[in-house]
């Protein structure tokens, strides 16, 4: 009885965290209903329309929040993982009620550089958190549940945001904004933070309630010296697991933010009206929402059973194909070949199955990896530097999509994701590891080995 209570105690403060994931994908997915806005003046709160490279950066800028990144690195270590999720959600309420009142477009580029923020924060915070309060028979379920709230995220934000006005869309966010702010007050700290901070009688309690008091002596491992920053960065370049750790889980972040899912998160509404897909943009974009939402559903009934490495495989192997067909697809048109008159459904049906796929494994389960990946002391300054670097290739694909796309054709962007996604396939095969079923100091031992 006492065991039901302690997992049931962990899925409660898990769906709490779970709510900065959703907002998060909100957020992402925001751009995709909101462009055909500010392109049309009658809608558009701003009295010109955008760029090219103004209506990318409102995309890319997301990326812009490095600095972010390494703060909350710091900051979660030295005064907790909750106080750091607070912060996400002050952020949040910050950036919409700015895009609420928006009038021109520095204010709507400063408003979504402040949702970055928040954004960043949540998306370390969250694997981080649910990486260390949630026991090992269901920490891989729980970590590839934030595929599926932020997946709920995109397919609100895709079904009402074309229907909707552009402050409309900026309050909902803002309402959503301040529900999380609630939320994230009243969860328990980390147990890895008490660890390192030697609060010894807070992590006795929390372990009690997260009904893992066996686990505790690793824990309380963690805590043998008196750590400092610089020993901690050191230990993460130096200490041969976390070497192991950082390799894979840069490695595949940087390929899944590279594999064209986000971009085409972000210009969905745009790239279907480009392909001149049979489908009504606004109702493609909200079927590949949908589309994202069930291969997230799908991913916790395997994760645990199939195991990270079958399901991450099979996962990009069908991303490689669906991106190569997307890309003939664009090519045929570029050429100006009549036999695409046949095939007008063939964008949806390529990102659908594409979506589905991603969702159920490389859309989910790199941050899975991420989460499991370091030692207790050095696993928020590894989490941050991973998303740093993947932010940065993620930023530098976004900002040249539109430029790309105007100068080489469609076709070669979606073959360049194909290629990213067939790389992901034999980065698996032959270096991430299997974790199912194994504690994070099992994981730490296996990457020593």
């Known amino acids: 009885m006492f065991q039901c209570k302690g997992l049931g105690y962990q899925i409660s403060v898990t769906l709490r965290v779970y709510l900065g994931q959703f907002l998060s994908g909100y957020m992402v997915s925001w751009t995709a209903p909101v462009i055909p806005k500010l392109q049309d003046l009658n809608q558009s709160p701003i009295p010109r329309l955008l760029s090219d490279l103004e209506t990318s950066l409102l995309a890319s800028i997301l990326y812009a929040s490095v600095p972010g990144i390494l703060t909350m690195s710091w900051l979660s270590n030295y005064k907790g993982r ?22 021109n477009y520095a204010m709507l580029l400063a408003s979504r550089l402040l949702g970055a923020y928040g954004l960043c924060t949540a998306l370390i915070m969250n694997v981080l958190y649910i990486g260390e309060i949630a026991s090992k028979k269901v920490r891989g379920i729980l970590l590839t549940g934030l595929g599926i709230t932020q997946a709920i995220g995109s397919v609100l ?34 147990p890895v933070y008490y660890a390192i901070r030697g609060k010894k009688s807070e992590l006795v309690k929390v372990m009690q309630d997260l009904n893992r008091f066996d686990e505790i002596d690793d824990y309380v491992d963690i805590k043998k010296s008196e750590r400092n920053d610089i020993n901690d960065w050191k230990e993460l370049f130096t200490e041969k697991c976390n070497i192991q750790g950082l390799f894979i889980a840069t490695g595949i972040n940087m390929l899944q933010y590279g594999n ?26 909200i079927i590949i929402g949908c589309t994202q939402l069930s291969g997230s559903v799908i991913a916790p009934f395997f994760v645990e059973k199939s195991g990270r490495r079958p399901l991450l495989m099979t996962s990009t192997a069908i991303c490689c194909g669906s991106m190569i067909v997307f890309g003939v697809y664009f090519y045929l048109s570029h050429i100006g070949a009549e036999v695409i008159q046949h095939f007008k459904w063939l964008p949806l049906v390529a990102l659908a199955v594409f979506y589905l796929s991603n969702n159920m494994g490389f859309g989910v389960i790199p941050s899975t990896l991420t989460g499991e990946m370091f030692k207790s002391n050095v ?30 054709g469609a076709h070669i962007i979606f073959w360049f994701f194909g290629l990213i996604c067939g790389v992901a396939f034999l980065f698996t095969l032959f270096f991430v590891p299997e974790t199912k079923g194994k504690s994070l100091a099992e994981i730490t031992k296996m990457l020593n080995g």
């Open 379 to 408: 696993r928020s300054k590894g989490t941050a530097l991973v998303i740093v670097i993947s932010w940065i290739f993620g930023f530098a694909v976004t900002t040249l999509f539109n430029s790309t796309i105007t100068r080489f």
């Open 260 to 285: 064209g899912s986000l971009i085409v998160t972000f210009f969905s509404t745009s790239i279907f009206e480009q392909a001149g897909s049979s489908i009504e943009p606004n109702l493609a974009s």
């Open 157 to 190: 934000i895709l079904s009402v945001g074309p229907y909707v006005s552009f402050s409309t869309t900026a309050y909902i966010g803002l309402i959503l904004s301040v529900i999380y702010l609630v939320a994230v007050s009243f969860i328990p700290e980390s």
């Open 82 to 103: 909750k106080l750091c999720l607070i912060i996400s959600s002050c952020l949040f309420i910050v950036s919409y009620t700015l895009l609420a009142v928006t009038q």
